[in-house]
């Protein structure tokens, strides 16, 4: 067993510092191998405190989510948050990837239910797997007491939701169950993210809330996003990237510049950090970064 255990991400919140994170997701080939290696050393120049990786359900990138969390662990030593999902596998065969991380060291994990696969409008669990994010949240808590588990929350209500309250009921459960934080899926609206906030503190969430923030890259791509996850484009927003959506370097100026003012905004009013949804794209990353007023802070503003 690799005994080069990494430290709990509840630690760094429950320290006061200002967070910063970025999401990465695994390559699926060789040469997207080589591209991520090389965004993942210049990101490094923005000290982040931790970042996460996406998770393949059904193998088809789970060999990569492997290779890239040891990677950005042991080579370039930063706090990696392997992501775990439910789809396509049993009880059995998902203790078997969280051991393999425990042995490796890895001490913290994004637990998510997942995405039902590619041509499935519903999720369907396979025989002896588990239906729910809270399911996979209670397995991992069980199992491993000393894992930090991270879930996801929807300011805007999940897609599949019934109600805006079944969505936070399922937070609730999740968190109950063992759920140490929340980040939130992307949002535009900050008011979104401090109203779901004080909605997850009426019914009795108590864990911290790092807002996830996407900036836009691509006009047709984030309007696929979008509908996607169930998030809403503010009209001032929306507006000038219509207007500026046959030149992508302007949409993503536009993009960048809407993040920074997002990220300042967060900060000044109390947010416990922010977790970046880049797309595996360094510049994009930096220059928002170098935009920041407020910098990466030491202390909550």
Known sequence: MDMSKDRSISQLLASGQTIRSIEFFPPRDD????????????????????????????????GRTAQAA?????????????HLTCVGATRKEIREV?????????????????????????????????????DLVAL???????????????????????DFETDLKNLKTKVDRGADFVTTQLFFNNDDYFAFVDRCR???IEVPIIPGIMPVLAYKQILRFTEMCGASLPEPLLESLEKAQDDPEQVEAIGIDWAIGQIDDLLARGAPGYHLYILNRSAPALALCNGLQNGKATQKP
């Not at 894992?147 to 999940?158: D, L, N, R, S, T």
């Open 31 to 62: 040469a997207a191998w080589e591209r991520f290696c090389e965004t993942a050393r210049e990101l490094l120049a923005i000290e982040p405190d931790f970042v996460s990786i996406t998770y393949g359900a059904g193998g088809s990138t789970q």
């Open 70 to 82: 040891r990677f950005l662990k042991d080579d370039l030593n930063l706090l990696v948050m392997p």
């Open 98 to 134: 969280v051991d393999d991380f425990y042995n490796a060291g890895f001490r913290n994990i994004m637990a998510l239910r997942g995405d039902p696969p590619k041509g499935e409008t519903s999720f369907v669990p396979v025989r002896d797997g588990l239906s729910y994010g809270s």
């Open 140 to 162: 991992l808590n069980e199992s491993y007491s000393d894992i930090c588990i991270g879930v996801a929350g929807y300011p805007e209500k999940h897609p599949e939701a019934i």
């Open 202 to 204: 009426e019914i009795g």
